[in-house]
């Protein structure tokens, strides 16, 4: 059904309440054969929560083999140049296993929070565009200078260089960014939740248009749908998720496979889910695919 191998991903929650375990979380992910894990990035928060990439640091140390990936970063917490280089310094750690997600920022209310400047919509998705034309210049050029609205770097060292093409995934939603997308990423993560198959499909199109339209080769780039699932033969359907039996879970995944998306990160409620996932979805879903 797919030319792409199919990647299947778990979120790890950032929650630094009484008893979480991120990292044994991560650990039994990889021991499931789950490919990548994931985490979102919400500093500002009234609940205990870790730190993203601090938290995701500490997961590469103690994985081996599963690739870790940032679901997404905002760009306007952290100095893009800087991301780079923690970027690169991750990377190489980890022995290659980071997907650098990035976006715009979704919560106005957490730059309040930490006394940043609220950027406007527009600003967002520029400066998500500046912050990737400095991380690729910085891994790529010896000294690179950039002079944007939002980020500067001037004559800028960074070395070591990455010792591979560093995939860059972006979450994005609206018109301009999903050009962004298609310009220069090598990834998209929309998540069901706001984006369902319906509205998912055009946008994925127009994505895909805005990577032509740059002389790019649309099928280089990954398309990952963030999915909330509950395997269980007695769960209720709601909107935004993917609930009921391995059999209807599996169905309604391959019908996201033939909207073309080659990847998923999967959010689930407990432990029970991630080993019912992994043994009655996973298997199923990875053979239909081929």
């Avoid at 750690?93 to 406007?120: H, N």
């Avoid at 600003?123 to 565009?129: H, I, W």
């Avoid at 939603?173 to 990834?187: H, I, K, M, N, S």
């Avoid at 889910?273 to 992994?278: D, F, N």
Wanted: with cysteine; charged share 25%; glycine share 12%.
């Amino acid at each position: 059904m797919s030319t792409k191998q199919l990647l299947l991903g778990l979120n790890i929650a950032t929650s630094a309440s009484a008893g979480a375990d991120p990292v044994g979380e991560a650990v039994r992910a990889e021991e499931a054969g789950f490919d990548f894990v994931s985490a979102a990035d919400h500093p500002a928060t009234a609940e205990a929560s870790f730190e993203t990439w601090t938290m995701l640091a500490w997961i590469a140390a103690r994985t081996e083999r599963i690739h870790v990936a940032t679901r997404v970063l905002g760009v306007p917490y952290r100095n893009p140049a800087l991301v780079a280089k923690m970027a690169e310094t991750f990377d190489r750690l980890s022995g290659g296993r980071l997907i650098l997600g990035l976006g715009g920022g979704y919560s106005d209310e957490e730059f309040r929070a930490y006394g940043m400047r609220v950027p406007t919509a527009r600003e967002k998705v520029d400066g998500l565009e500046e912050a990737i034309r400095i991380t690729r210049g910085l891994w790529a050029e010896r000294e690179f200078s950039f002079a944007g609205r939002y980020h500067q770097t001037v004559e800028a060292p960074l070395e070591p260089k990455p010792e591979r093409r560093i995939p860059l995934w972006l979450g994005t939603f609206g018109p301009r960014a999903l050009e962004v997308t298609g310009r220069l990423a090598d990834g998209w993560i929309p998540s069901l939740g706001v984006a369902g198959p319906e509205r998912v499909k055009g946008m994925r199109e127009r994505m895909l248009r805005a990577a032509e339209g740059a002389g790019r080769d649309p099928g280089e780039i990954t398309c990952a749908y963030n999915v909330v699932v509950r395997v269980d033969e007695r769960a209720e359907p709601r909107d935004g998720q993917v609930r009921g039996a391995a059999g209807l879970v599996t169905e309604t995944l391959l019908g996201f496979v033939g909207l073309g998306f080659s990847a998923f990160n999967f959010m689930v409620d407990g432990p029970e889910q991630v080993e019912r996932l992994a043994g009655e979805v996973v298997p199923e879903l990875r053979a239909a695919v081929g």
